[in-house]
T-cell receptor, first 112, second 115 residues
Framework: ETGVTQSPTHLIKTRGQQVTLRCSSQ?????VSWYQQALGQGPQFIFQ???????GRGNFPPRFSGLQFPNYSSELNVNALELDDSALYLC???????????FGPGTRLTVT | QKEVEQDPGPLSVPEGAIVSLNCTYS??????FMWYRQYSRKGPELLMY????GNKEDGRFTAQVDKSSKYISLFIRDSQPSDSATYLC???????????????FGQGTRLTINP
């Protein structure tokens, strides 16, 4: 059974640019949640997707957006990057929106 | 005030010691309680998942939940150097429709087990 995978592992962007991060959910999981983890902090909830629809959102501005595809993989898009967007972005999948979440290895984004 | 409070440490103990990690929370609506382990530059790994007050044991790990005091704990027995990591407590809150859950995390406690 393949776990949650994310790509790329690490990337560097310039302030004002746009970035797309990708996540493949664990086999059999239909729900994907995205979290942002700043250095030395716990992850913060960005949003959740269930069957291709946004199912809930945290306190993040609209320039953070997402998609979920029919195979339940997902993308996180961030527009107009700011220095404070530098963080580890984590994707978590679950078999259903109410069940436990399993995390991928994360994508480390550095904004200069 | 944060919804979930966790002492960031660092915590350093000798190999074989019993480790106690704790979190307090303020939101009585939290439904599920979890502990994750995160190694440096890796994603969090789910260790324990509980719903009700009481204890849950899995090998060397015991999770304890006291909903009346809004307090959860993780105990690690016979600690090993490979247990050195950051431990994150997490609690689930309902969002959106169909009882969907988001996780609210503590800051994480950095633990080092010394050989």
């Amino acid at each position: 059974e393949t776990g949650v995978t994310q790509s790329p592992t690490h990337l560097i962007k310039t302030r004002g640019q746009q970035v797309t991060l990708r996540c493949s959910s664990q086999s059999g999981h239909n729900t994907v949640s995205w979290y942002q983890q700043a250095l030395g902090q716990g992850p913060q909830f960005i949003f959740q997707y269930y069957r291709e629809e946004e199912n809930g959102r945290g306190n993040f501005p609209p320039r953070f957006s997402g998609l979920q595809f029919p195979n339940y993989s997902s993308e996180l898009n961030v527009n107009a990057l700011e220095l404070d967007d530098s963080a580890l972005y984590l994707c978590a999948s679950s078999p259903d929106p109410i069940y436990e979440q399993y995390f991928g290895p994360g994508t480390r984004l550095t904004v200069t | 005030q944060k919804e979930v409070e966790q002492d960031p440490g660092p915590l350093s103990v000798p190999e074989g010691a019993i480790v106690s990690l704790n979190c307090t929370y303020s939101n009585s609506a939290f439904q599920y309680f979890m502990w994750y382990r995160q190694y440096s530059r890796k994603g969090p790994e789910l260790l324990m998942y509980t719903y009700s007050s009481g204890n849950k044991e899995d090998g060397r790990f015991t999770a304890q939940v006291d909903k009346s005091s809004k307090y959860i704990s993780l105990f690690i027995r016979d600690s090993q150097p490979s247990d050195s990591a950051t431990y994150l407590c997490a609690m689930s809150a309902e969002i959106g429709i169909q009882g969907a859950q988001k996780l609210v995390f503590g800051q994480g406690t950095r633990l080092t087990i010394n050989p």
